[in-house]
């Protein structure tokens, strides 16, 4: 009776590990939001500076008073901007973690190109994702950008909106 009993919990034991296991496995796969910045400032023909400049990235949840940066990036195509200039900022994890916790806070510029980062959560309805441009803050004028999102680093993506300048975009349902 005891061998019975051993086994049987065993059993149990495997089973409720295996299904941890699992739901770890698919948690992990769908803990984080991807954001895709597009500088679309520079098809107006702007010639004066780079594309947009991102400073910072980050989401908050109202509900719980938080905040949370960018903490990767998963692709981009920085490119220099028009003709003549030469963009001095195209180190794309400039544009990751908070920036008033950073020694030498740095910025991207994107050139007339994109990126796409990613949040550490998966966004839902009334967060708030935050794009800091900072482009009048260096002595030029902000620029024209559009913000995507998506579960998935490869799309489909959500507008967001259209913007230049610190801006924030609030998911609706």
């Given at each position: 009776?005891?061998?019975?009993?051993?086994?049987?919990?065993?059993?149990?034991?495997?089973?409720?590990?295996?299904?941890?296991?699992?739901?770890?496995?698919?948690?992990?796969?769908?803990?984080?939001?991807?954001?895709?910045?597009?500088?679309?400032?520079?098809?107006?023909?702007?010639?004066?500076?780079?594309?947009?400049?991102?400073?910072?990235?980050?989401?908050?949840?109202?509900?719980?008073?938080?905040?949370?940066?960018?903490?990767?990036?998963?692709?981009?195509?920085?490119?220099?901007?028009?003709?003549?200039?030469?963009?001095?900022?195209?180190?794309?994890?400039?544009?990751?973690?908070?920036?008033?916790?950073?020694?030498?806070?740095?910025?991207?510029?994107?050139?007339?190109?994109?990126?796409?980062?990613?949040?550490?959560?998966?966004?839902?309805?009334?967060?708030?994702i935050e794009?800091?441009e900072i482009?009048?803050?260096?002595?030029?004028?902000?620029?024209?950008?559009?913000?995507?999102?998506?579960?998935?680093a490869k799309?489909?993506?959500?507008?967001?909106?259209?913007?230049?300048?610190?801006?924030?975009?609030?998911?609706?349902?």
């Amino acid at each position: 009776m005891v061998r019975s009993t051993t086994i049987t919990v065993a059993l149990c034991s495997a089973v409720v590990l295996a299904a941890a296991v699992m739901a770890v496995g698919l948690f992990k796969q769908h803990t984080v939001t991807y954001v895709r910045i597009v500088d679309v400032g520079l098809k107006g023909g702007d010639t004066s500076s780079p594309g947009a400049d991102i400073r910072a990235v980050s989401i908050t949840r109202p509900t719980r008073n938080r905040t949370w940066f960018a903490k990767s990036v998963v692709s981009g195509n920085i490119q220099n901007g028009n003709e003549g200039n030469n963009n001095e900022y195209k180190n794309p994890s400039a544009l990751l973690g908070d920036p008033d916790k950073k020694t030498d806070p740095q910025h991207l510029s994107l050139g007339g190109g994109e990126i796409v980062v990613t949040l550490p959560i998966i966004a839902k309805v009334s967060d708030v994702i935050e794009v800091d441009e900072i482009g009048s803050k260096t002595g030029v004028h902000p620029d024209k950008f559009e913000v995507y999102m998506s579960k998935d680093a490869k799309g489909p993506w959500q507008l967001l909106g259209e913007s230049d300048g610190p801006s924030t975009f609030t998911i609706a349902e």
